[in-house]
């Protein structure tokens, strides 16, 4: 069966993609919303671990939805959120199963049993979230043993998801100050090629 795996060039969706490649023809895919063109990142980190790369352009309207909300609200959580579901449909339009990296301890994005369940019903595909039983300590495990890992501060790490994008609309609008005031200092990951 044909899964396309949402892919932000992170350890976590690389690792989901490491844990699925023996049971689907995974292919990963990037939405963006052609802010940037750091995409291009998540396609070589797709072409370094050896699977095929997609990516899905989002309609402008949800990252201005997301943005505004994370400006309203002073953090990033409900904006990723919404994102991240938006590309969960679209990439369930496209594929048999639907796929992300989101892990037990994630705070954002997630994924509900009723989100989950609403999306393989009305889409006929089925949701597959591999990491969910796993915390960060084990998947910092994982991770140490099957790839190689370029880390460091949230927004010097170029990953190629939408996140990077969001950041540029947000300093587009309302200035550097504003992504440092929504956004937490955090170590960000991207692979570079398997171990």
Known sequence: MECGLLFSAGKDSSLAALLLEDFYDVTLVTAHFDITD?????????AALGFPFDRIELPAEIADEAVERMRADGYPRAGIQRVHEAAL?????????????TRRDD?????????????????????VAPLSGFGRGAID????????????????????????????????RWGRDAVEEIFPAHEQTRIVDRA
């Open 38 to 46: 750091d995409w291009k990142h998540a396609k070589r980190a797709a």
């Open 89 to 101: 449909e679209a990439t369930a339009s496209e594929y048999d199963v639907v796929a992300d990296g």
């Open 107 to 127: 705070r954002v994005p997630t994924i509900s049993r009723a989100v989950a369940q609403s999306v393989e019903d009305r889409h006929g595909v089925e949701y």
């Open 141 to 172: 495990r994982l991770v140490e043993d099957r790839l190689v890992v370029r880390s460091g501060p949230s927004g010097e790490i170029q990953k190629g998801d939408y996140e990077t994008e969001l950041r540029a609309r947000i300093e587009s």
